[in-house]
C-alpha cells in the first residue's frame, strides 16, 4: 500500500458538484481509496480527554486507531532546550513539505487541547506562511458591470463600471499546450468603493 501526496484527494473530492485541476490527473485507480488520518482525540466514550496532556492523549489515540483505511499522524519529539533543535526543526518541516503535507503543528508534549487559563499555545507552521514558499492562484478581473443604482449610490458621477468579476483559468495546461480557448471560473465580483474624509 502506498499513500499518495495530499494534492491527489481533488480525484477524489469535487467541489460544487465539478472536480478541479483534474484535466490532466490519472483517472481513479479502483485500487485507490481515501483514508482518514488522526492527530488527536478529544472524547472518547464518556471521557473528556481535551484537558489531558498531549502525550496521554496520543497514547488513547493508539489504543483505538487501527491500522488500514485509517492512520495516525506523523508525532516527533524536538526538545527545544537542545542545541540540535534548530536543525531538527528544520529537518522536519523540509520532509513536511516534500511529502506534501499540510503543515506542521508545535504542541508541548504536556499541554492540553484547550487550554482555560491561557498559557498553553501551539504554533502551527505552512508554507504558505513564508514568502515564496506557498501555494499561489492566480486571478484576473475578467468582466463588468454596470449598475445605475450602485452609481447612484457612489455619488462621484458617470462610470464606466460598477462591479468588476475576479475569475481563475480552469484549463491553463491546455491552454498552454494546445493553444485552446480559455476557460474562467467566476470566484466573486467587488465593487467600486469610495472613501471620504
Not at 493508539?62 to 483505511?69: D, E, I, L, N, Y
Not at 504554533?123 to 484576473?140: E, N
Amino acid at each position: 500500500m502506498q499513500i499518495e501526496p495530499f494534492y491527489k484527494i481533488r480525484k477524489h473530492v469535487r467541489r460544487s458538484g465539478r472536480s478541479l485541476g483534474t484535466a490532466q490527473d490519472s483517472p481513479v485507480n479502483p485500487d485507490e481509496h481515501l483514508m482518514i488520518m488522526f492527530y488527536d482525540i478529544l472524547l472518547l466514550d464518556d471521557i473528556v480527554c481535551a484537558t489531558e496532556p498531549h502525550d496521554k492523549r496520543s497514547h488513547r489515540l493508539r489504543s483505538v486507531v487501527h491500522p488500514g483505511r485509517a492512520e495516525i499522524g506523523t508525532r516527533v519529539k524536538i526538545r527545544f532546550l537542545s542545541r540540535h533543535a534548530p536543525e531538527l526543526l528544520r529537518y522536519e518541516f523540509a520532509r513536511a513539505i516534500t511529502a506534501h503535507w499540510e503543515d506542521l503543528v508545535l504542541k508541548g508534549c504536556d499541554d492540553p487541547y484547550f487550554a482555560f487559563s491561557g498559557t498553553h499555545q501551539y504554533i502551527k507552521l505552512k508554507k504558505d506562511y513564508i514568502t515564496g514558499l506557498g501555494d499561489t492562484a492566480d486571478f484576473a478581473i475578467i468582466g463588468g458591470r454596470r449598475d445605475a443604482r450602485d452609481e447612484q449610490e457612489l455619488r462621484i458621477g458617470k462610470l464606466a463600471w460598477t462591479t468588476f468579476y475576479l475569475g481563475c483559468l480552469e484549463n491553463k495546461d491546455d491552454v498552454q499546450r494546445f493553444d485552446v480557448k480559455p476557460c474562467f471560473r467566476v470566484i466573486g465580483g467587488c465593487e467600486n468603493e469610495v472613501s471620504s474624509n
